[in-house]
């Protein structure tokens, strides 16, 4: 029985690879599965895709009528996954993400670990299952523990993920730390964006004590890139927010080579959102210094606030 294996909507680099690395780990092991994609790649995954040859998988809004059971990697809260979620088995999971809205009818394997990129939790698979690494899916891999982590500098980053980077970058025959930088960069182009590509790139919806939280994270080199738009990013947030009744709605634009954030922020519990992290609303703006990660740090601030 055929499945397809994918992580959340709006898929950064982790998502994407983590699908064709648990597809590939799980045929070694006599399933079929196929990767596929919620959404296209963006610049720095196509960037890491390129540089390892490997083809961008299908991207899919339903996972009916082609299957009808699944495997989720990089994320599992419903909200984040495929459309018909609710109607499908699913088997597998494994994610480095807090668990919320999941419920099964069947049992299932369950893979979660506090590390900073799904990527590292399936290196330790591969290894666990002693099946070799091929040297693109080592690349890819390397790339979104790179991604995840912002090359070892985020407080998500872990020990097991260092260990994962170094033996990935040694399969792929790279060095990790140049090759990241360049990387890092490719995914910070955000002046060919429209504005609803931009809050839309990488958003993931929460449930936070009730009430309905959009969060989006834009890597930049100069804040001035997306500092400059923010009146219309505004608006575009200010539609969104409407149409899909968001509470909330934040924009992190994050510095991924100084580690630092500022937050854009729409929606009537913005100054709960700005109390969070101890700061006020100036011009609809809160400066995050030191904040790089919306698992770690925003999304557990945002929690308790919003108790």
């Known amino acids: ?21 648990f597809s590939y780990l799980q045929n070694q092991r006599g399933y079929d599965t196929q990767a596929v994609s919620l959404g296209e790649a ?38 984040q996954s495929v459309a018909d979620i609710e ?7 494994v994610d480095h993400h807090r668990i919320a809205n999941f419920n099964t009818n069947s049992p299932l394997y369950y893979m979660a670990k506090p590390v900073g990129c ?16 091929p040297k693109e899916i080592a690349g890819l891999m390397m790339s979104a523990i790179i991604s995840d982590t912002l090359l070892l500098k985020s407080p998500t980053t872990t020990e097991e993920d260092k260990l994962a ?10 060095n990790y730390e140049e090759y990241g930088i360049e990387m890092l960069k490719a995914g910070t182009n955000v002046d060919s964006k429209s504005d609803k590509e931009l ?15 959009r969060i989006d994270q834009i890597n ?25 009744n968001y509470d909330l709605f934040v924009v992190m634009v994050t510095d991924v080579l100084n580690s630092n954030s500022k937050m854009i ?27 790089v990660s919306r698992k770690k740090q925003v999304v557990p601030a945002l929690t308790d606030a919003l108790k």
Do not use: C
Not at 67 to 72: A, I, K, P, Q, R
């Open 42 to 79: 963006g610049p720095e995954t196509v960037f890491a895709l390129n540089y390892f040859h490997t083809d961008a998988p299908k991207v899919i809004t339903n996972a009916k009528p082609d299957v009808d059971s699944v495997m989720l990697v990089d994320h599992n809260e419903f909200q």
């Open 199 to 213: 809050i839309d790139a990488d958003a993931k919806s929460f449930d936070l004590n009730g009430n309905n939280v």
């Open 118 to 133: 799904t990527s590292t939790i399936l290196t330790q698979m591969f290894i666990r299952e002693e099946v070799k690494i």
């Open 165 to 174: 980077l170094k033996a990935l970058a040694e399969i792929a025959g790279v």
């Open 1 to 21: 029985m055929k499945q397809y294996v994918f992580g959340h909507q709006n898929p950064d680099t982790d998502a994407i690879v983590a699908a064709i690395a």
């Open 220 to 244: 930049v080199v100069d804040f001035n890139d997306v500092t400059k738009r923010k009146d219309d990013l505004m608006a575009e947030m200010q539609k969104e927010a409407q149409s899909e």
């Open 87 to 93: 109607e499908l088995e699913i088997t597998h999971v």
């Open 265 to 291: 922020v729409y929606g009537d519990k913005a100054n709960e959102a700005a109390a969070a992290f101890n700061a006020n609303l100036d011009n609809d703006m809160v400066d995050l210094p030191g904040i």
